[in-house]
């Protein structure tokens, strides 16, 4: 599908005029400068980021999370098996799963100084995003202690793949996937740039990982780099959505306990529910923390007990970046739909006449 990124700023002066935003107090330090990948790995991340400082607050008191933050990272959600009943890894193999994350970025794009497609040298990019922290957990994910996505319930295997969701994909015995393109509904909503998700929850991915937040005593804003879509969290205590109501991000709903902002988000759409949970029972519950100047400890849990035989927890930090974000504008081109749907049907007239074709007789068999 074809991607194009206009510089951008006017969303977040106009989400800031229409909830009547406080001045807020700075959110991040001054600057967060690219840094060699090995001296970050090597540096005392641990240190840095819990030096003397000073939570800032807004005027009602409410920690201040405002400002432009990453989940750049490369550890895996799941915990791979070689580090089985080991939450943390040592500094030795950060810095090695940092050197293999970076190489697999470079490696994914073209640095012939020639080439025009998403070069590194000719745009002035970096592999990993600014900001980027190496974390030295094992796994995101927390609860379950071995760090495993719990098993699916009997009734979630048997629920079919809904249309849109191509971040989970169930698979066969023979780890094939049938993907039919009969009308342009089959391509999903993110071919077709319906939505790209941005939350819930917030997870790392190939690229595109940072969020703006924007707050008030009332309303907290939440701005997904990738789709630059929006989610607005209410914190007055309203109740959810009447259950016929289903939203592209869910219906999110906050609250402050003590210095940590908890979202609770239902009334999702069945196309954009997370991992294919069932969306009338599924409930994210995200949690923001300001631990450092530069950093969030963002937190959320997935109970859905008619997809996952308990709930599930994940960790993702999210450190501070320099912003704004570039506006992530994506075209549905009408090419891209075309090309996929003839594509089917050349694959299925091939079946088709592969079918038909008489069955030659070796001569050994005549």
Request: aromatic share 8%; charged share 25%; proline share 8%.
């Amino acid at each position: 599908m074809n991607r194009i990124w206009v510089s951008s700023s006017a969303l977040a002066l106009l989400m800031a005029a229409s909830l009547s935003a406080p001045s807020f107090l700075a959110a991040q330090s001054s600057g967060a400068a690219r840094t060699d990948a090995k001296a970050a790995v090597k540096s005392d991340i641990k240190a840095a980021s819990t030096k003397a400082w000073t939570m800032p607050r807004l005027p009602d008191g409410q920690p201040d999370l405002h400002g432009y933050w990453t989940s750049e990272s490369f550890t895996p959600l799941e915990r791979p098996a070689k580090y089985a009943g080991r939450e943390f890894l040592t500094d030795e193999e950060v810095e090695a799963a940092q050197k293999a994350g970076l190489q697999r970025e470079y490696d994914r794009t073209p640095n012939d100084p020639e080439s025009t497609l998403s070069n590194l040298t000719t745009f002035g990019l970096t592999a990993a995003l600014e900001g980027f922290v190496p974390n030295k957990r094992t796994s995101l994910i927390v609860d379950p202690p071995d760090g495993r996505i719990p098993p699916r319930t009997p009734e979630a295997l048997k629920r079919p793949r809904a249309i849109g969701d191509r971040d989970y994909i169930e698979v066969d015995s023979h780890g094939g996937v049938a993907v039919h393109a009969d009308t342009p509904k089959d391509i999903g909503v993110r071919t077709s740039c319906v939505s790209l998700s941005g939350g819930p929850p917030i997870l790392p991915g190939g690229y595109n990982n940072g969020v703006y937040i924007l707050q008030n005593p009332e309303y907290v804003v939440l701005q997904a780099e990738y789709g630059t879509e929006v989610r607005i969290i209410s914190l007055d205590g309203r109740p959810h959505a009447g259950a016929s109501i289903h939203k592209w991000h869910g219906d999110g709903r906050g609250h402050w306990e003590a210095d940590t902002l908890v979202v609770e988000t239902t009334n999702f759409r069945p196309e954009a529910t997370f991992r294919n949970g069932n969306p009338q029972t599924l409930k994210i519950t995200e949690r923001f923390r300001r631990v450092a100047a530069d950093r969030i400890e963002y937190s959320f849990t997935i109970d859905d007990p008619s997809s996952w035989t308990k709930p599930w927890t994940a960790i993702v930090p999210l450190s501070a970046i320099q912003g704004p974000f570039f506006e992530y504008d994506c075209s549905e081109s009408n090419n891209d739909i075309i090309n996929i749907m003839a594509g089917a049907r050349a694959t299925e007239k091939a079946a088709e006449e592969k079918a038909k074709a008489p069955v030659e007789v070796p001569i050994s068999q005549k």
